[in-house]
C-alpha cells in the first residue's frame, strides 16, 4: 500500500490512520535501509489512500 522510508514516518503514519478507525499493519522491507510497508485491510484501501494522501500532502 505504501512504503515509509523510516521507522519513525512509518510510526506516524499507522498513528494517524489508527485514529482514523483504520485496521493497519507495518513490516520491514528492507532491513538494511529501514524502510516499512503499511498494510490496511483491502477493502478500506480506497478511503485509506485519501486519508493517506491527506496526510503527506496538508
Known sequence: ????????????????????????????????KQQFEILVPSGELEEVQEVLNSILHP
Open 1 to 32: 500500500m505504501y512504503i515509509a522510508p523510516t521507522a519513525k514516518f512509518a510510526e506516524m503514519i499507522v498513528t494517524k490512520l489508527t485514529e482514523e478507525g483504520f485496521l493497519v499493519q507495518t513490516r520491514p522491507v528492507n532491513l538494511s
